[in-house]
């Protein structure tokens, strides 16, 4: 599979038109609005896996924003990011000396990369120092602090976006138009899975709750989730859920694999499942003249999708630098993102009555 890091600037540039069926979802003047007039400064907070072999490469792609500053809390890692990178000394913070970024014009808009439980505080320090931000998903460790997350930033009248960069991938912005429209009538059908064999450190964050908030669910379940809900333009009002741990000795603290049945108006129920310990990458739709769907789904890499007359013929993009790109216009217009922080709200109230579900062994109401 082809990764985002091995696309070269002229392969970019000559992939990056998107698909005339995508553009044929929502407002595809969004699409051409007017770029702005200076590329706005984003920092990093948080120097992972993500950051590093995600989105810092892909903010070297980026038209509308570059990469202003970091904030780490290693000096080792701020020393190496400055020679690659050239960041100045003065765009480059710690977790002491955050607050002052406040005073910083080079940077409009802070990317909070950090573990789970740490989303809140930092959305809401950075709303507070006057930048705008775009927080990873998951949102946060439950549907009530995503609500205190959006309440801060439009206090501070910041913009909040969440980092689902498949919403600017133009497979997937395909997918959505097939369903949404009923391009082939009504959808009868959804099924979802997406996971990958965890065999990391046993000692990760990701893998402690007050840490991640969540296993397989948090972390894969969130695409999963969101591809039933973007298949058909609905929210779910209702939730089933199983699990099975067949690695409880690794899995101490977290959920391994959950599958569940999501439960739309009218009685429309979809399947979905996410996994610590299983490699799924697809969703699948039946409507009742074609089928369509995508596999791989949900990867950094190549989307691969397909419909009723065969494989889609869509160039493939750099999703994060699309993504970043689109948020960046968004701040220059005061325009809401596609993806604001009333998204991830929206996937965390599924998250939270899906755990209700496994404790209670019943169907829990979305609320």
Avoid at 216 to 238: K, N, W
Avoid at 322 to 344: I, L, Y
Wanted: proline share 5%; hydrophobic share 35%; aromatic share 10%.
């Amino acid at each position: 599979m082809k990764t985002q890091n091995n696309f070269s600037r002229r392969s970019f540039l000559k992939t990056g038109m998107i698909g005339a069926g995508a553009l044929a979802l929502g407002n595809p003047l969004d699409l051409f609005a007017a770029k702005p007039a200076k590329k706005l400064g984003i920092a990093l907070v948080g120097l992972g896996g993500y950051s590093t072999g995600q989105l810092a490469p892909a903010l070297q792609h980026t038209d509308n924003c570059y990469l202003a500053g970091i904030v780490t809390g290693h000096p080792a890692k701020a020393e190496v990011w400055k020679k690659q990178y050239n960041i100045p000394d003065k765009n480059i913070y710690n977790y002491q000396t955050f607050d002052e970024i406040a005073h910083n014009p080079d940077i409009d808009i802070i990317y909070i990369v950090l573990p789970v439980f740490m989303h809140k505080e930092y959305t809401i320090r950075a709303a507070q120092a006057g930048k705008h931000v775009i927080c990873e998903k998951p949102m946060a460790m439950n549907a009530k602090e995503c609500e205190e997350m959006i309440a801060a930033c439009k206090k501070a009248n910041r913009l909040l976006s969440i980092g689902y960069r498949l919403h600017f991938e133009p497979h997937t912005m395909e997918f959505m138009r097939l369903g949404q429209k009923q391009v082939y009538g009504k959808v009868i059908k959804i099924d979802t899975g997406n996971g990958f064999t965890y065999r990391g450190d046993p000692n990760a964050w990701r893998l402690k709750k007050a840490m991640a908030g969540g296993g397989g669910l948090f972390d894969m379940g969130i695409y999963s989730i969101q591809g039933q809900r973007y298949a058909l333009g609905q929210e779910p009002i209702a939730v089933k859920a199983t699990q099975e741990k067949t690695r409880p000795d690794f899995f101490t603290e977290v959920d391994e694999t959950v599958f569940w049945e999501l439960e739309f108006p009218e009685g429309f129920v979809t399947t979905g499942k996410s996994s610590y310990n299983h490699d799924w990458s697809y969703i699948h739709v039946e409507a009742e003249r074609g089928k369509f769907g995508l596999e791989p789904a949900f990867g950094y890499g190549a989307i691969e999708g397909y419909d009723a007359k065969g494989p889609m013929n869509i160039p493939q993009v750099i999703h994060q630098a699309k993504q970043m790109d689109d948020f960046a216009t968004c701040v220059w217009h005061n325009k809401q993102s596609r993806v604001p922080g009333e998204e991830g709200l929206k996937d965390m109230k599924v998250v939270d009555a899906i755990y209700r579900s496994l404790d209670s062994g019943k169907k829990e109401r979305i609320v």
